[in-house]
């Protein structure tokens, strides 16, 4: 079972940029593609972000497009999620996820999991 480990969460104020970084290890982390879901309190998980397994094909969540970029550095084992005109909306805990087949917007669709990374923006 592959292990993953995001980082780079905080508190930002309103308008700023946070660096998450998802690190997986094991030697198959460039066959898979990889998501991003985020849980604020009291709300259901929902997707943010996906890239396929060679970094060509990307999507989000309507409301962090132009904002978030996915990205992943397979010699690396790492994707990132770059977070730029933060809102208090965005506060969660932010997941990274490995694909497993079906739709990239389902949480079902992934198999494993991160710990998560706190999120925080203040207005």
């Known amino acids: 079972q592959v292990q993953l480990v995001e980082s780079g969460g905080g508190l930002v104020q309103a308008g700023g940029s946070l660096r998450l970084s998802c690190t997986a290890s094991?030697?198959?982390?460039?066959?898979?593609?990889m998501g991003w879901f985020r849980q604020a309190p009291g709300k259901e998980g929902s997707f943010v972000a996906a890239?396929?397994?060679?970094?060509?094909?990307?999507d989000y969540r309507e409301s962090v497009k132009g904002r978030f970029t996915i990205s992943r550095d397979n010699a690396k084992n790492t994707v990132y999620l770059q977070m730029s005109s933060l809102r208090p909306e965005d506060a969660a805990v932010y997941y990274c996820?490995?694909?497993?087949?079906?739709?990239?917007?389902?949480?079902?669709?992934?198999?494993?999991w991160g710990q998560g990374t706190q999120v925080t923006v203040s207005s």
């Open positions: 996820a490995r694909f497993k087949g079906g739709s990239w917007f389902s949480g079902e669709s992934y198999d494993s």
């Open positions: 094991g030697r198959t982390f460039s066959n898979y593609d």
């Open positions: 890239i396929n397994w060679n970094g060509s094909t990307k």
